[in-house]
């Protein structure tokens, strides 16, 4: 079973992210407080999109990312990596495989998505990777703890993009490294979301449709806007064929 915890549920304080276990309460896999969204009634469609069709960044992701994962690390319980808005956890699985020494959490608020991630995890064998069901600006209460932030494919559904750029800033260590990819094609952006929706529809389904996601797509300067909200002390922005990607590192 996956950690399926919840930072923010209602009435409870957040707690740090290295603090997990010992003291956050357990919630119930689907919270009352959270609405439904695609995610969690669509879960299997966006996984298979995830790991069959959407361009795979594992490679620059771990080169970009290096330094602060590499590096050697005096006592503590060593480098941690969180990919946020994980979803079923493709880079998460990956990258554990790929860096055994590395503790790697994912962190997403849909239940069914976390429950697959941590399944497939599993069955993997992977014992370095976690997920938790967490609303990203809750990284915020976490100041100086992470080492580096993937974020793929986020920042498009997210209502507050600037603000959660904000709390994966606060949250990373001095020198931590954030990885952030954006499709550059309002289709590639928004046909998963329709395909989700369609399925969801043909199967007719009784979910309610109102609290279905929108999308947005970054222009360059809207990207390399958002990505320049914070106070970096580099930022790396580059094009491919269909992301903006960046790499953002916080001074040391
Ligand atoms: C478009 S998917 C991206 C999944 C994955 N990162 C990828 O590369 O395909 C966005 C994910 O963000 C999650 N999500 C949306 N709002 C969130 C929030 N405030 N905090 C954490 N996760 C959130 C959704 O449940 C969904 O799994």
Redesign the pocket.
């Known amino acids: 079973m996956p950690e399926v915890l919840d930072l923010r549920s209602p009435g409870q304080q957040a707690a740090p992210i290295s603090g997990l276990s010992a003291s956050l309460a357990r919630c119930p896999a689907q919270s009352p407080g959270l609405p439904a969204?695609l995610?969690d009634r669509c879960w299997r469609e966006?996984a298979l999109f995830?790991e069959h069709l959407?361009t795979d960044h594992t490679r620059q992701i771990a080169s970009a990312l290096a330094p602060a994962l590499d590096a050697p690390i005096s006592g503590g319980t060593g480098r941690h990596l969180v990919?946020?808005?994980?979803?079923p956890g493709?880079?998460s699985r990956r990258l554990a495989a790929r860096f055994p020494h590395l503790r790697i959490t994912g962190?997403?608020?849909?239940a069914p998505?976390l429950d697959r991630a941590q399944r497939q995890a599993d069955r993997s064998g992977l014992t370095n990777c976690s997920f938790l069901r967490?609303?990203?600006?809750s990284l915020a209460d976490s100041p100086g703890q992470l080492d580096a932030v993937i974020?793929?494919?986020?920042f498009?559904?997210?209502a507050q993009p600037t603000q959660?750029l904000g709390a994966i800033f606060t949250a990373l260590r001095p020198g931590g490294l954030c990885f952030i990819a954006e499709p550059t094609s309002a289709l590639r952006a928004s046909l998963?979301l329709l395909l989700m929706k369609m399925t969801e529809r043909l199967a007719r389904s009784p979910a309610p449709l109102e609290r279905v996601?929108e999308s947005r797509v970054f222009t360059g300067s809207g990207f390399q806007g958002l990505v320049e909200s914070q106070p970096w002390a580099s930022v790396r922005i580059w094009k491919d064929r269909r992301y903006h990607c960046a790499v953002c590192r916080k001074a040391a």
């Open positions: 969204t995610f966006y995830r959407f990919e946020l808005g994980c979803g493709f880079y962190i997403d608020l849909s998505l967490a609303d990203a600006l974020a793929s494919r986020f498009l559904i997210l959660t998963p996601p």
